[in-house]
């Protein structure tokens, strides 16, 4: 089998294209890469498909084997991979995955796509859609306390959960002490939830760090940050269009007066491409297609 490993922004994953052969035992062979550890960073799986919705189909397994809905920072290497690997020659795309129809524009140098923007569709608010368990119609700036402290957080879904949480400073903050609380904070979160540690600096520009359910705290987040734009709108902090700077480099993101849809800009690149060797996985256990 051979694959590809793609960056945005810090968030590196193993890209395949499984229009052009056929793959069993997902959950284990998405195990097994991220066991593998192609470099540090390595957040994943994605696999390429064919749709019927749209030009392509994201299908995104974490780490730990569970199918994931949607990446902001995978869904823009998605645009890359498809047009340097000539598996198109468009250069605005839609995107079939689990959190909707995702829309990419690319910029394209001499036959390389150089800039993607992804528009990864309006934030839901809604705490049924979420979900959070709670009697509010909308999650926003809400006091939780977790552990010793008490934040006010803001729940944001563009099919996979984040919640956002302004602090002072992102530099000097326990990340995993209070990620992974409020990730398992399960009586709230029932289906446990992706954190976002924003720092407010002005108007036109945030800082954050991203803690992900089930993987940790990552160098850079796409929907995290679109998710930190979100909440500082609706907190009246500051513009809809920001650039929001995370440990793997700067996004710049606007949430569209208009349609309500949130863009991002940034490039991708490719990390390096390999065979690897996955028949044990054929050998044995059931067929997870």
């Given at each position: 089998m051979r694959f590809t490993k793609m960056q945005a922004y810090g968030n590196d994953y193993v890209y395949i294209d499984a229009i052009h052969q056929h793959l069993e035992h997902l959950n284990e062979l998405a195990i097994f890469l991220s066991n593998r550890h192609f470099g540090v960073g390595s957040d994943g799986m994605v696999l390429?498909?064919?749709?019927?919705?749209?030009?392509?189909?994201?299908?995104?397994?974490?780490?730990?084997?569970?199918?994931?809905?949607?990446?902001?920072?995978?869904?823009?290497?998605?645009?890359?991979?498809?047009?340097?690997?000539?598996?198109?020659?468009?250069?605005?795309?839609?995107?079939?995955?689990?959190?909707?129809?995702?829309?990419?524009?690319?910029?394209?140098?001499?036959?390389?796509?150089?800039?993607?923007?992804?528009?990864?569709?309006?934030?839901?608010?809604?705490?049924?859609?979420?979900?959070?368990?709670?009697?509010?119609?909308?999650?926003?700036?809400?006091?939780?306390?977790?552990?010793?402290?008490?934040?006010?957080?803001?729940?944001?879904?563009?099919?996979?959960?984040?919640?956002?949480?302004?602090?002072?400073d992102v530099s000097d903050f326990a990340v995993e002490k209070y990620g992974k609380e409020l990730e398992h904070m399960t009586s709230l979160f029932p289906n446990k939830t992706n954190v976002t540690f924003a720092q407010f600096v002005n108007r036109n520009y945030l800082k954050m760090r991203e803690w992900e359910r089930g993987s940790g705290e990552t160098i850079g987040c796409g929907t995290g940050c679109c998710t930190a734009v979100v909440a500082a709108v609706l907190t009246g902090r500051c513009d809809r269009k920001i650039t929001v700077e995370q440990?793997?480099?700067?996004?710049?993101?606007?949430?569209?007066?208009?349609?309500?849809?949130?863009?991002?800009?940034?490039?991708?690149?490719?990390?390096?491409?390999s065979d690897i060797d996955v028949s044990h996985l054929f050998a044995r256990g059931d067929k997870n297609k």
């Open positions: 390429i498909c064919p749709s019927d919705k749209g030009d392509f189909r994201m299908r995104m397994f974490n780490s730990d084997g569970t199918e994931g809905e949607m990446c902001g920072n995978a869904l823009r290497s998605v645009g890359k991979y498809v047009y340097d690997y000539k598996l198109t020659d468009k250069t605005n795309l839609v995107i079939e995955t689990f959190g909707g129809m995702q829309h990419l524009k690319l910029t394209v140098l001499n036959d390389k796509a150089v800039n993607i923007q992804a528009d990864i569709g309006e934030p839901r608010l809604s705490t049924q859609v979420i979900p959070v368990v709670t009697d509010l119609k909308e999650f926003i700036n809400q006091p939780v306390k977790v552990l010793d402290k008490t934040f006010y957080i803001t729940a944001v879904s563009w099919g996979n959960p984040h919640v956002v949480a302004f602090v002072d440990i793997g480099g700067p996004l710049e993101v606007l949430w569209d007066e208009n349609t309500g849809h949130m863009f991002m800009t940034g490039p991708s690149h490719m990390v390096f491409e």
